[in-house]
């Protein structure tokens, strides 16, 4: 009996390494028919850059969020499809990637047991895991990130001093580099998570929100402290919406 019940173990211990060991070589596979599209294909995706974000409300329970992530991956299949990504014949379009120590299904579970009755809501972050190309498959991971507040409505970001006798395009310099230098290093610092890869990693400051501050500046004529504050409650994964005061 004893000898059985060691040799039922083996028997799944070989089954086990066995699909492994077809995860692996599918990888493999993948790797090979991308090296041909690497000196033919435009990029679609540099490595490290995000795919898609998807947001997970607090307290969800294990069928919501495991709801999150096919809803996650469909929806990058779909997006990345339209810019050229396809499947293969061992990957779909976008999928994750068996790794040396974690098979999908392990990744999987991962994902779904971190972003599972969190007290704060969570983001599912879709990582391209290697360069893709036009035309082949995008191998990603997926990073769970507390999607907490960051700013409360009307809190100040950053501030700067802009001289109002300044021209135009000066003035219009000084604002361009404080939203882009100051307002998005502390952004960054307070733990604000940026879209890699995106012209446009915390989002956009209206050119009219610019224009009227350039003008205001110019009417006063003097120094003045700019303030960069929140326009609405942000919390890591959102959009960074700003406004502009005087002081």
């Known amino acids: ?57 607090a307290q969800a329970n294990r069928e919501s969020v495991q709801t999150a992530l096919t809803s996650l991956l469909q929806t990058a299949r779909v997006r990345s499809e339209r810019m050229g990504a396809r499947s293969s014949e061992t990957m779909q379009s976008v999928d994750l990637l068996p790794l040396p120590n974690q098979s999908i299904e392990r990744q999987r579970e991962d994902v779904i047991r971190a972003a599972t009755s969190q007290d704060d809501p969570v983001v599912l972050l879709a990582i391209a895991l290697l360069n893709s190309f036009r035309g082949e498959p995008v191998p990603i ?8 507040i960051v700013y409360r409505q009307g809190q100040v970001i950053a501030e700067t001093r802009i001289a109002g006798a300044m021209d135009e395009s000066r003035i219009l310099e000084a604002i361009g580099e404080f939203v882009r230098d100051r307002v998005a290093t502390k952004a960054i610092a307070g733990r604000m998570i940026p879209a890699v890869g995106t ?29 960069a504050i929140a326009a609405a409650e942000t919390r890591r994964a959102d959009r960074l919406r700003i406004e502009f005061r005087l002081r």
């Open 1 to 57: 009996a004893q000898l059985n019940e060691e040799l039922e173990r083996l028997r799944g211990e070989l089954r086990n390494n066995t699909e492994r060991l077809s995860e692996l070589e599918r990888a493999g596979d993948m790797l090979m028919e991308s090296l041909g599209a690497t000196r033919t294909q435009p990029i679609l995706y540099q490595r490290g850059q995000e795919v898609l974000r998807w947001m997970v409300p």
């Open 199 to 227: 012209d446009a990693p915390l989002g956009e400051v209206n050119e009219g929100q610019i224009f009227a501050l350039m003008r205001e500046l110019r009417q006063i004529g003097r120094p003045l402290v700019v303030q």
């Open 141 to 148: 991971q997926i990073r769970v990130e507390r999607n907490s």
